[in-house]
């Protein structure tokens, strides 16, 4: 059976983050050659659905703009106006003819700023500058591990590569959000036709916030890089043990619960979870389930 590498993406390490179980559901069997246990990942709200709707617009203008193609305001509203009535009917998700509008107003104008921000006016202004965009599910190899951490774009710019993460939504600050961003450089370094040293890129964020893009300078160098690749590696493991926790009991019964009741309002496993009436309690019955499952096993041990 095909045996796939450990691997490490953002989204993969904020659902980990955020509960083990519902982490489980969707990357621990996968590893086998599964296929997803659960349900594959889609949007669980209409503003999810508006992220994606912007982030795959935006794929597909950046790809028009690498053969020369233009775009008009007209054309994109109609692009964005489309993609969202597809992922609507596929998700049979329903909202209200003035909130669809709103919506595709608002990514309309989120993309067309976009384009004029200082770091990407560049790509869409001027001719002959080398630039080249990615899609997240590229990935390289770093010590045996598959590496999901492209950047959306990368431009030559002042005999530097600069990396560019843009986030069409501002989450909650967490505080591995630096280190995540400097693995576009551990990534760079790995991907073919990049240079090796961490002299020779930038890293740059551009996060929507509050109706403007922001940008946003990362510091790094050759020591945070490595902090980074730590990092990464910290979580791998922990990934793998939760796997080896799941693969050895398969109920799931023993991992650890959502942190917050908030995740699990909108998980896609909340049906078939413990949590379903209620994540305190879930917690606290599991509590009790674990502290006779190690009197049982403290029991065995000493009759032998
Ligand atoms: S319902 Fe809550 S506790 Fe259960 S898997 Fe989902 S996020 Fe985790």
Redesign the pocket.
């Known amino acids: 059976m095909h045996q796939r590498q450990p691997h490490w993406s953002q989204t993969s390490q904020r659902l980990f983050t ?5 982490w489980a ?1 969707q990357y621990a069997f996968l590893e086998q050659g599964k296929p997803f246990r659960g349900v594959p990942s889609r949007p669980r709200t209409f503003d999810d659905l508006t992220v994606r709707v912007a982030r795959s617009i935006w794929i597909e203008r950046l790809s028009d703009q690498y053969q020369r193609k233009v775009w008009s305001d007209i054309y994109r509203r109609r692009r964005i106006s489309s993609t969202v009535d597809e992922m609507l009917w596929n998700t049979r998700m329903d909202v209200s003819d003035l909130r669809k509008a709103t919506a595709i107003h608002q990514i309309a104008e989120q993309l067309r700023t976009l384009e004029q921000s200082s770091m990407l006016r560049i790509v869409f202004g001027e001719q002959g500058k080398r630039w080249v965009y990615f899609q997240r599910q590229e990935k390289v190899n770093l010590n045996g591990i598959d590496l999901f951490a492209a950047p959306d774009i990368a431009v030559f710019h002042q005999d530097k590569w600069t990396l560019i993460r843009i986030r069409f939504r501002t989450s909650k600050w967490l505080p591995t959000i630096d280190l995540e961003h400097r693995l576009m450089a551990n990534w760079a370094v790995q991907h073919t036709g990049f240079p090796s040293s961490a002299d020779e890129y930038r890293i740059r964020e551009l996060a929507w916030s509050r109706g403007i893009w922001r940008e946003q300078r990362i510091e790094f160098d050759e020591k945070t890089m490595n902090e980074a690749l730590d990092l990464l590696l910290h979580d791998v493991q922990e990934m793998r043990w939760t796997q080896r926790m799941a693969l050895a009991d398969p109920s ?1 019964g023993i991992l650890p ?2 942190a917050s ?1 908030r ?2 309002r909108t ?4 049906e ?5 009436t209620g ?1 305190h309690e ?1 917690k606290e019955r599991q509590r009790e389930y674990l502290i006779t499952l190690n009197s049982k096993s403290r029991n065995k041990v000493s009759k032998h």
């Open positions: 955020e509960c083990s179980r519902a559901h799931l619960l959502a009741e995740s699990c998980c896609f496993h909340r078939t979870c413990p949590a379903k994540l879930a």
